[in-house]
């Protein structure tokens, strides 16, 4: 079974860090572009960032740019996205998707995922 996972969201204070995992089972994430989306409560839902299948390629939001950083980790066929310096607009639920295409065509198209996790929610509040 196709599936996607993410975990490590939950209450943070402003300032603070978390670490959201994206964990595959059924399919090799090395072989797909990874993006990771966010919707906050009453707003559309947005890229944050996505790393390419091949050369490590990463894109970022400009509204995260130098807090986040998405990463991976083949032997546990895991994606990372570090979150630092955390902000209330951070709040959201937070969600990562796969895709067979190129980050440089794709970038933040939700429409070019093709696998999507159930989410995990990240609360920024103090």
């Known amino acids: 079974q196709v599936q996607l996972v993410e975990s490590g969201g939950g209450l943070v204070q402003p300032g603070g860090s978390l670490r959201l995992s994206c964990t595959a089972s059924g399919f090799t994430l090395d072989y797909y572009a990874i993006g990771w989306f966010r919707q906050a409560p009453g707003k559309e839902r947005e890229g944050v960032s996505c790393i390419s299948k091949s050369d490590g390629e990463s894109v970022y939001a400009d509204s995260v740019k130098c807090r986040f950083a998405i990463s991976r980790d083949s032997a546990k066929n895991t994606v990372y996205l570090q979150m630092n310096s955390l902000k209330p607009e951070d709040t959201a639920v937070y969600y990562c998707?796969?895709?067979?295409?190129?980050?440089?065509?794709?970038?933040?198209?939700?429409?070019?995922?093709?696998?999507w996790g159930q989410g995990t929610q990240v609360t920024v509040s103090s």
């Open positions: 998707a796969a895709s067979r295409l190129r980050v440089r065509l794709i970038r933040f198209d939700s429409r070019g995922y093709r696998y």
